[in-house]
């Protein structure tokens, strides 16, 4: 059974750091793409990209929102893929999803092929 498991998500302050994980099973993560998605409360899955990782050449992508605070990763042997998030604001708030698609990173949710059940996180005081 393919299944993409994400944890680690929880409630931090303002300014805090937490580390996401994507756990792959049934499937290797070798040569698929990782994207994180960030569903705002009241909106779609997908909402917003917030970092992707390609497979071969571990290219990363971020948006500006979150570039200089977010980090990418991905470890193979582990069949994982990471998220470090630091100086988290309020409207990093959201639902938090990983996805993976062949090869190479999009910026369009609809062509991932598997998407995990999502971790929550609350960045509030």
């Known amino acids: 059974q393919v299944q993409l498991v994400e944890s680690g998500g929880g409630l931090v302050q303002p300014g805090g750091s937490l580390r996401l994980s994507c756990a792959a099973s049934?499937?290797?993560?070798?040569?698929?793409?990782i994207g994180w998605f960030r569903r705002a409360p009241g909106k779609e899955r997908e909402g917003e990209g917030v970092?992707?990782?390609?497979?071969?050449?571990?290219?990363?992508y971020y948006p500006d929102s979150v570039k200089g605070r977010f980090t990418i990763s991905r470890d193979n042997a582990k069949n994982t893929v990471y998220l470090e998030m630091k100086s988290l604001r309020p409207e990093d708030t959201g639902g938090y999803y990983c996805?993976?698609?062949?090869?190479?990173?999009?910026?369009?949710?609809?062509?991932?092929?598997?998407w995990g059940q999502g971790t929550q996180i609350t960045v509030s005081s």
């Open positions: 996805a993976a698609l062949r090869d190479y990173c999009s910026g369009r949710p609809d062509l991932y092929d598997y």
């Open positions: 049934g499937f290797t993560l070798d040569n698929y793409a």
């Open positions: 970092s992707c990782i390609d497979s071969s050449d571990g290219k990363t």
